[in-house]
């Protein structure tokens, strides 16, 4: 009996089907296709981009193991790509890549033409039964550089963003990630990236979507069977911005979905827009493989504006929307509310509102009323360097002892509940704790968080010295 393509890989099959979960069989072997064999080499016909990674990501051992078996050490295996008609290319993609020797492979060398022009191709944005191919942007026009103000709180995520849109894919911040804490301007910077390059360059497709949409998206895909289409429709996209990229979080599926997606894109010259509440390091249940993508590019903070920003953000805002105010209730309000711009605008906005309901005048009286009502009704934030002043004192030493690099037990202590308050209090990345107490690293901070948590539940004393500075840093 002659040996074909169809019966070594149906030998292979036969071993796989033994060895993996039968849903796992029904999803990723059975719609292979053995196509031919030749000096060793058996070449199998796969669906997509996407399912070939999938299979080299996943199951590259015991495709190893089982051509092995059949054709000895020197097998090698070749896929043929070929897009589904979905897209109007009927011309398979074949790309030579030994399974044996995954080291090898090059993902950036199998390059799938796409045509976003299809009108069978499923857009998750329109509403089924209507026949739309055109990608809106979901992009925000309010949201322009022209308003979004430059200080030094945010002046490199700026400069960052311009460049970005002036080169989509063309500069080495692919991807962007800005992050910071909440309404620091993340989610405005994001779209007048987009907005500014769909104005300089028309033809581009750009897409602004949530995290969180963006799951709700996959799960309907995965429970529609049309999982492909959802990681096709994203693999055309020139320019993808995704806000709060920290939403995916211990989502397995998302995040691995999501990690294809950036894979073509990124080795396809398209760029890749993220915004996050948190720094790469410091973002929980996110896969190592994923995160170190995001740290390819360009990691940008957008922190507190200072007070002259905080200034020319509520003049540009009064500007806008044609109010007067006299320059003195413009810098009270700028110097009593620090927190984030989201809460100095709703400031502005309720003052203005108090004046034209009740006809009163703007005064520094009414002015103090609405910051009072404001900062009451916000949760304080407290400074890094307030929880240092709060440790020193409860250990009777001071900050320059704190911050100093003596390894004395109850200084290092010190040093390592001052780091640990100021993760759990405050939005700062752990780099910048480590920064701000004693010109620590990231890990340094991270170590003094573990080290703590293990010290509360096993040591007594040191869990009184945490009850006690919770009471005093109790916001």
């Given at each position: 009996?002659?040996?074909?393509?169809?019966?070594?890989w149906?030998?292979?099959?036969?071993f796989?089907?033994?060895?993996?979960?039968?849903?796992?069989?029904?999803?990723?072997?059975?719609?292979i296709?053995?196509?031919?064999?030749?000096?060793?080499?058996l070449?199998?016909?796969?669906?997509?981009?996407?399912?070939?990674?999938?299979l080299?990501?996943?199951?590259?051992?015991?495709?190893?193991?089982?051509l092995?078996?059949?054709?000895?050490?020197?097998?090698?295996l070749?896929y043929?790509?070929?897009?589904?008609?979905?897209?109007?290319?009927?011309?398979?993609?074949?790309?030579?890549?030994?399974?044996?020797?995954?080291?090898?492979?090059?993902?950036?060398?199998?390059?799938?033409?796409?045509?976003?022009?299809?009108?069978e191709?499923?857009?998750?944005f329109?509403?089924?039964?209507?026949?739309?191919?055109?990608i809106?942007s979901?992009?925000n026009?309010?949201?322009?550089?022209?308003?979004?103000?430059?200080?030094d709180?945010?002046?490199?995520?700026?400069?960052?963003g311009?460049?970005?849109?002036?080169?989509?894919?063309g500069?080495?911040?692919?991807?962007?990630?800005?992050?910071?804490?909440?309404?620091?301007?993340?989610?405005?910077?994001?779209?007048?990236?987009?907005?500014?390059?769909?104005?300089?360059?028309?033809?581009?497709?750009v897409?602004y979507?949530?995290?969180?949409?963006?799951?709700?998206?996959?799960i309907d895909?995965?429970?529609k069977?049309?999982?492909?289409?959802?990681?096709?429709?994203y693999?055309?996209?020139?320019?993808?911005i995704?806000d709060?990229?920290?939403?995916?979080?211990?989502k397995t599926?998302?995040?691995?979905?999501?990690?294809?997606?950036?894979?073509?894109?990124h080795?396809n010259?398209?760029q890749?827009?993220?915004?996050?509440d948190k720094a790469?390091?410091?973002?929980q249940?996110?896969e190592?493989?994923?995160?170190?993508?995001?740290k390819?590019g360009?990691?940008?903070?957008?922190?507190?504006?200072?007070?002259e920003?905080?200034?020319?953000?509520?003049?540009?805002?009064?500007?806008?929307?044609?109010?007067?105010?006299p320059?003195?209730?413009?810098?009270?309000?700028?110097?009593?509310?620090?927190?984030?711009?989201?809460?100095?605008?709703?400031?502005?906005?309720?003052?203005?509102a108090?004046s034209?309901?009740?006809?009163?005048?703007?005064?520094?009286?009414?002015?103090k009323?609405?910051?009072?009502?404001f900062v009451?009704n916000?949760k304080?934030?407290?400074s890094?360097?307030?929880?240092q002043?709060?440790?020193?004192?409860?250990?009777q030493?001071d900050v320059?002892?704190?911050?100093?690099?003596?390894?004395?037990?109850?200084?290092?202590?010190?040093?390592q509940l001052?780091m640990?308050?100021?993760?759990?209090?405050?939005?700062a990345?752990l780099?910048?704790?480590?920064?701000?107490?004693?010109?620590?690293?990231?890990?340094?901070?991270?170590?003094?968080?573990k080290?703590?948590?293990n010290?509360?539940?096993?040591?007594?004393?040191?869990r009184?010295?945490v009850?006690?500075?919770?009471?005093?840093?109790?916001?």
């Open positions: 009996m002659s040996v074909t393509a169809q019966s070594v149906n030998n292979c099959l036969e796989i089907k033994d060895n993996i979960q039968p849903q796992a069989y029904k999803t990723w072997f059975e719609p296709l053995a196509v031919k064999l030749s000096d060793n080499s070449s199998i016909q796969v669906p997509s981009k996407f399912f070939y990674e999938w080299e990501e996943h199951y590259v051992k015991i495709l190893k193991v089982a092995t078996k059949e054709l000895g050490e020197t097998a090698k070749v043929i790509i070929k897009m589904e008609n979905t897209y109007g290319n009927k011309q398979p993609f074949t790309e030579r890549i030994p399974s044996s020797n995954r080291s090898s492979v090059k993902a950036q060398d199998v390059d799938i033409p796409l045509n976003n022009k299809s009108p191709l499923r857009n998750p329109v509403i089924p039964g209507i026949r739309n191919v055109k809106e979901q992009l026009p309010n949201y322009s550089f022209e308003n979004f103000l430059e200080g709180s945010n002046r490199l995520a700026r400069s960052a311009l460049a970005v849109a002036s080169k989509p894919g500069t080495s911040f692919n991807p962007l990630l800005i992050f910071g804490g909440v309404g620091l301007g993340k989610t405005h910077l994001a779209h007048a990236i987009g907005v500014d390059i769909k104005d300089k360059y028309p033809e581009k497709t897409l979507i949530s995290a969180e949409k963006f799951t709700q998206q996959y895909s995965v429970k069977n049309n999982r492909n289409d959802f990681i096709h429709f693999q055309i996209i020139d320019i993808l995704i709060d990229v920290q939403f995916l979080s211990g599926g998302t995040q691995d979905v999501f990690f294809h997606i950036f894979n073509h894109l080795q010259g398209k890749v827009i993220l915004t996050s790469p390091v410091d973002m249940d996110i190592q493989r994923l995160l170190s993508r995001f390819w360009l990691s940008a903070e957008l922190q507190s504006p200072d007070f920003t905080r200034v020319s953000i509520l003049k540009n805002k009064l500007y806008r929307d044609g109010v007067e105010m320059e003195d209730i413009v810098e009270y309000v700028a110097k009593n509310i620090k927190s984030n711009i989201r809460e100095l605008e709703g400031a502005i906005i309720s003052l203005i108090q034209s309901f009740n006809k009163k005048e703007i005064t520094i009286d009414l002015a009323q609405v910051v009072e009502k009451k916000t304080r934030e407290v890094i360097d307030y929880i002043k709060i440790v020193s004192d409860y250990f030493m320059d002892t704190l911050q100093s690099k003596t390894r004395k037990r109850h200084i290092v202590q010190a040093r001052a640990f308050f100021a993760k759990k209090l405050t939005k990345s780099a910048s704790i480590g920064s701000q107490i004693g010109k620590r690293d990231h890990a340094t901070v991270l170590h003094a968080c080290t703590v948590d010290l509360t539940s096993t040591d007594k004393q040191f009184k010295y009850e006690d500075l919770s009471k005093k840093l109790a916001v």
